[in-house]
């Protein structure tokens, strides 16, 4: 299967711990996006990579969220901290040249207590 | 970005077409409509994509207005496996430095009844 994956499905922590969850994109693709999605609603964009660079940030990545994205491949997305308002599903998707359409995967689903 | 508006929820009898409205008035010129489907807890999906003209795949048809302020995402014989929250999105492509991200509204929720 060559689509988007995200590691863990399912992340359950105590609030103030610190957290980290990896994507994998479809391997030829340069463009890499974080999104964050609580119940109820669409996808709020977080963030965006082209090959190695951080080219855009929301405003909701606050400072205690950081990604990188290292050797321009798999992403990592670390959240210091954290609160219940951290409580929500975080996807990632992947997207190449025009149209740029993209990619998503299955999500993280983050749950603080 | 264009602002679009869809129903809040729908049902499709199976087997029968179902046609999912979406109004963007304000759209602009170099704005294409895309829409994308959400399956309870899975990511979202590519459906499809267009400009002006009417568009096919395999998944669905996009028909939209002459006058492009508004158009219906066609899913030609709905299953149950098409249940899902379906957004429309207005997106300018080809801006330069940036990265084209969507903004998901909140879509209109279709459920195929047996």
């Known amino acids: 299967d060559t689509g988007v994956s995200q590691d863990p499905r399912h992340k359950i922590t105590k609030r103030g711990q610190n957290v980290t969850f990896r994507c994998d994109p479809i391997?030829?693709?340069?463009?890499l996006y974080w999104y964050r999605q609580t119940l109820g609603q669409g996808p709020e964009f977080l963030t965006y990579?082209?090959?190695?660079?951080?080219?855009?940030k929301s405003r909701l990545l606050s400072d205690r969220f950081s990604a990188e994205r290292p050797k321009g491949s798999f992403s990592t997305l670390e959240i210091q901290r954290t609160e219940q308002g951290d409580s929500a599903m975080y996807l990632c998707?992947?997207?190449?040249?025009?149209?740029?359409?993209?990619?998503f995967g299955p999500g993280t689903r983050l749950t603080v207590t | 970005d264009a602002k679009t508006t869809q129903p809040t929820s729908m049902d499709c009898a199976e087997g029968r077409a179902a046609n999912l409205p979406c109004n963007h008035s304000?759209?602009?010129?170099?704005?294409?409509v895309y829409w994308y489907r959400q399956i309870h807890s899975q990511g979202p999906q590519y459906i499809i994509h267009?400009?002006?003209n009417n568009e096919t795949n395999e998944m669905a048809s996009l028909i939209i207005t002459e006058d492009r302020k508004s158009s219906t995402l066609i899913l030609p014989h709905a299953t149950l496996r098409d249940t899902a929250v379906y957004y429309c999105?207005?997106?300018?492509?080809?801006?330069?430095?940036?990265?084209?991200?969507?903004?998901f509204g909140t879509g209109t929720s279709l459920t195929v009844i047996p």
């Open positions: 998707a992947s997207g190449d040249q025009f149209p740029y359409e993209q990619y």
């Open positions: 391997s030829e693709h340069n463009r």
């Open positions: 990579f082209q090959n190695e660079a951080q080219l855009e």
């Open positions: 304000t759209i602009s010129g170099n704005e294409y």
């Open positions: 267009g400009l002006k």
């Open positions: 999105i207005v997106r300018p492509t080809g801006r330069v430095n940036t990265g084209n991200q969507f903004y």
